[in-house]
Structure formats: structure tokens, C-alpha cells
């Protein structure tokens, strides 16, 4: 035998049916610290600051591949015998 129960109900009375906690209180302090390190932090989203510091990872990767480059050509030269 088969049969189907449809309990309507809305989140929180389905939380306690369950038993499970209720972590609203965990969850809106995670959120107000999440907004104060936001707030904190929002200097480094301004354009200025990370064209800066793409600009700065950029010029060290380009010498970065300029030295690789260089060692390459280096190895791959034939060499005279003395």
C-alpha cells in the first residue's frame, strides 16, 4: 500500500517540526561581518588602486617572460668547441 501526505506549511514551522536549530541569530551576526569587512575593504575595489596593482603584477610577469625568454635563446644557441 502507497499513499502521499502534502503538509503545507511554511519554512520555520517545517524547522521545528524537524527538530533542526535555528541558526538565525549565526547567521545575521556572519552577515553584519560580512558587510564590515565589505565596508573596510572597499578602497581596494576603486579603479585607481586596482589598476595599480594590475599594473604592478603585469610589469613583473612581462620581466618574468622576458628572462625566460632570454635563457631559452641562451640554451638553444650552438656552441662553439674549443
Known sequence: MKFTV??????????RFMGL???TP???QLVAEMG????KNIAL???E?????WMSVGT???DAFVKLMTSGVAAAA???KP
Open 6 to 15: 502534502n503538509v503545507e506549511c511554511s519554512p520555520e514551522e517545517a524547522r
Open 21 to 23: 536549530p535555528d541558526v
Open 26 to 28: 549565526i547567521n545575521e
Open 36 to 39: 564590515k569587512r565589505m565596508e
Open 45 to 47: 575595489m576603486s579603479p
Open 49 to 53: 588602486t586596482m589598476m595599480q596593482s
Open 60 to 62: 613583473q610577469a612581462q
Open 78 to 80: 650552438p656552441r662553439e
